[in-house]
């Protein structure tokens, strides 16, 4: 009698070949293996929020609709501005908006970024503010506050308003991020955000959520880090 072909077996030696070759590899290029995943993660996160940010855009529109209304130009600085849905919800020509700095790291949300950019009226730049143009401009900078503030950011700074939206989670140096906003604001300037409440706590959903949400710390607690900042006033509702 003929036996079956041991398909498990086969399987399983093949996904321990394949996590001893992984492990090896790591072992030897680390940097370069570190460097792959998170592309990796990039591009997957890119694409998923691609679907999925209308649907996020939707649900928090009643709180951050209000709340985009009162950001003020003629300079706004908004970290983590992803796709760019929320360019929608400015009143650019009335609120004198001129230069608008978009921190974004994740490149794969850029071609996206720039059309929702121009559907809103601005000329899109990338890396450099052009203070003779006369055309509303959206800077987008591949960075974030988190290892120091980048040139083109220091540049047009000081902001009128700085802006956040679903992105401090993910900020490797929260403390760090806040003191560069406080830094980049000019006097009587307004940090208006709409951000995860933390109120996340079990260790495993931080594992198996936070990575689909693009390693989000879903259990940081940013609304306190932002009340120990030195504001005038701070307004914050949960």
């Known amino acids: 009698m003929a036996e079956a072909y041991p398909w498990r077996r086969v399987l399983f030696g093949c996904m321990l070949v394949f996590a001893c070759w992984g492990i090896g590899l790591y072992r030897e290029y680390p940097a370069e293996v570190d460097e792959y995943v998170r592309r990796v993660q990039d591009w997957t996160y890119a694409k998923a929020w691609a679907h999925l940010g209308e649907f996020s855009a939707a649900r928090i529109a009643p709180v951050r609709a209000p709340l985009w209304a009162q950001v003020q130009g003629p300079r706004v600085l908004e970290l983590g501005i992803g796709h760019g849905e929320s360019l929608r919800l400015l009143n650019a020509p009335q609120a004198g908006i001129r230069i608008h700095v978009a921190l974004e790291p ?100 931080q594992r198996v959520v936070g990575p689909l949400l693009g390693n989000c710390q879903l259990d940081r607690g940013i609304a306190q880090a932002i009340r120990g900042m030195r504001w005038r006033s701070v307004d914050v509702s949960t």
């Open 106 to 205: 994740n490149p794969y949300m850029h071609q996206q970024l720039v059309q929702s950019a121009r559907r809103a009226g601005f000329a899109v730049r990338f890396n450099e503010v052009s203070e003779k143009l006369a055309e509303r401009q959206l800077i987008v900078v591949n960075d974030t506050l988190a290892g120091g503030v980048p040139g083109v950011v220091a540049a047009a700074a000081p902001y009128n308003s700085v802006v956040t939206s679903l992105s401090l989670c993910l900020a490797d140096d929260l403390d760090g991020t806040l003191r560069a906003i406080f830094d980049l604001l000019s006097p009587g300037g307004r940090f208006i955000f709409v951000e995860r409440a933390g109120r996340i706590k079990q260790a495993w959903a």
